[in-house]
């Protein structure tokens, strides 16, 4: 399996987006995210949704982060909690790979190394804007392995330094009951292809 690593290639860099929801619109996702939470209990088992709840109502950038998840079509769910750190991760959990993060390509370098027919972002800037990580390879088989994700579509991962100083970017998807590891050029995009990410909180 293929280490995903730390680093970002060509991405403006990760930032802690400090903008908050408006009262309405807190309330509003938490109500989304709370019954997602409990609709899907085999994702977290042994979690409770009050100690999730605690710790967004301590770091409101990050609730914001969600709300950006939640509007692109990601459908965010805790997947897992860091004992060492009491973080709670968060994945997008949509069936398909979310629906407002298509047809880009991987990087700001991949973006502007095209000519024409350019799309309108790259994945690495987008989830830095929505202060977002893509999955990595590890990450994403563990999410295919609470349910069946991206048999229509695939999304981007986060990709080792050495393919992409390549020129390449690696994506996921599920077929015939089976999660696929492929390759293609940095600069490619497709309507089909999005991206999934984490957030912890």
């Known amino acids: 399996m293929l280490n995903g690593g730390n680093r970002k290639l060509m991405s403006r860099p990760l930032k802690s987006n400090k903008k908050e929801l408006a009262r309405e619109q807190r309330e509003q996702l938490l109500r989304a995210l709370k019954a997602r939470f409990e609709k899907n209990m085999n994702r977290h ?3 409770e949704w009050a100690k999730v709840q605690a710790r967004l109502d301590a770091n409101a950038e990050k609730l914001w982060s969600l709300s950006e998840m939640e509007q692109t079509g990601g459908e965010p769910d805790v ?3 860091d004992k060492k750190s009491g973080d709670y991760i968060f994945y997008d959990c949509s069936a398909e790979s979310p629906k407002g993060r298509r047809s880009l390509c991987y990087d700001r370098e991949a973006l502007e190394s095209r000519k024409e027919n350019k799309p309108k972002d790259n994945a690495l800037d987008m989830a830095s804007d929505m202060g977002i990580e893509l999955l ?3 990450q ?6 609470l ?11 986060h990709t080792p330094s ?11 998807d599920r077929r015939f009951d089976t999660v696929f590891l492929y390759h293609n050029g940095a600069e490619s995009y497709y309507a089909a292809r999005g991206f999934r990410g984490s957030l912890r909180v």
Request: proline residues 0%; aromatic residues 10%; neutral net charge.
């Open 140 to 145: 994403y088989r563990k999410l295919q392995n």
């Open 136 to 138: 990595t390879e590890e």
């Open 45 to 47: 088992q042994g979690l």
């Open 79 to 81: 997947v897992d909690r």
């Open 162 to 172: 050495r393919i992409r100083e390549l020129g390449g970017a690696l994506f996921c």
């Open 147 to 157: 349910g069946e994700f991206d048999t229509k579509t695939s999304s981007w991962l």
